[in-house]
Structure formats: structure tokens, C-alpha cells
């Protein structure tokens, strides 16, 4: 496998491009990192809340929006660059961002990288059953304590 990762970052036509847009590479490649994961593609879509409710509902049959999806992959290929996993996609409402934001009290810098590693950590077969983080209260399963692990560790970064 190599010794880097590809991350490819769009944003829904309908919406203007966040200003901070640029620093969420920088901060996906520092997670991939403390994951110690190489060779992977991974694709993100910055989405409003009704693209991610019709994602919801077709996918999970959840007729609402929600703040994040991961659609994992497992495709392997090679070029010249080496081999690669397309890990698969995370979708992430900006909509719903500020929502959380306030929800669990933290700023919405915070909360996207929240959504950011909580996408990576399910691209990579990681999963949290029917728990989810819970304004003041501790998480159990291993998915969201290497989360909050991950997130203690990169405190100091900032995207917005």
C-alpha cells in the first residue's frame, strides 16, 4: 500500500463553498495519520439538509435529515502512484452543522471535526451500534472512545 491517502472534497452545487474549505484536507490527512491508515481514496461531500434526508431515506430508510453518512467501499485498484482503497464516501450536512453545534455546546469547529473523524472511523469498519454521543455523557464502544481519543489529540487544530 503507500505511504499517503487520497481525499477528494466537493460541495453540493446548490450551496456556496465554505470559506475554510482548504484546511479539511489538512485535517483529514493528521486523522489518517493517528489511525495509521495508508492507501486509502476517500471522497466528501459538504451537503444542505435536504440531499442528506434523500440520502437517509433511500439508504437507511430514515425519512430525516441527519448530520452525517458513511457509504463504505472496499474497491482496490492500482496506477502508477501504487495501490489504493477506495474507502468509500462521507457526506456531511452543513444544515445540521451549527444545529449539533449548539446541541452539544461547542463551537462548530469542533463539532465538524467531530463529523469528520466519526465518517473516517465508519469508512474504516468501525461501528457504534445504537450508541450515540450524548451531550455529557461518556461513550462506551470503542468507535466513539477512539474518537474522543482522536479528538483530544488534534484540540488545537481549526478549520473554521
Not at 14 to 25: A, G, M, S
Not at 107 to 133: C, F, M, P, W
Request: hydrophobic share 35%; aromatic share 8%; glycine share 4%.
Amino acid at each position: 500500500m503507500n505511504k499517503k491517502n487520497r481525499i477528494f472534497i466537493s460541495v453540493q452545487e446548490e450551496i456556496k463553498e465554505p470559506l475554510w474549505l482548504d484546511k479539511v484536507e489538512p485535517f483529514l490527512v493528521k486523522v489518517l495519520q493517528i489511525l495509521k491508515i495508508r492507501g486509502q481514496e476517500i471522497s466528501l461531500l459538504f451537503c444542505n439538509d435536504k440531499y442528506i434526508q434523500d440520502l437517509n431515506k433511500t439508504y437507511r430508510n430514515i425519512d430525516s435529515p441527519t448530520d452525517v453518512l458513511s457509504f463504505e467501499g472496499d474497491e482496490v485498484y492500482k496506477d502508477e502512484e501504487g495501490k489504493w482503497k477506495c474507502a468509500g464516501d462521507i457526506v456531511i450536512s452543513l444544515d445540521t452543522l451549527p444545529v449539533n453545534s449548539e446541541y452539544f455546546e461547542v463551537d462548530t469547529d469542533a463539532e465538524l471535526k467531530r463529523l469528520l473523524v466519526h465518517g473516517v472511523l465508519h469508512l474504516n469498519g468501525y461501528d457504534h451500534g445504537e450508541e450515540h454521543i450524548q451531550k455529557g455523557v461518556k461513550p462506551e464502544c470503542k468507535m466513539l472512545k477512539i474518537q474522543e481519543k482522536i479528538l483530544e489529540k488534534l484540540k488545537d487544530e481549526k478549520i473554521i
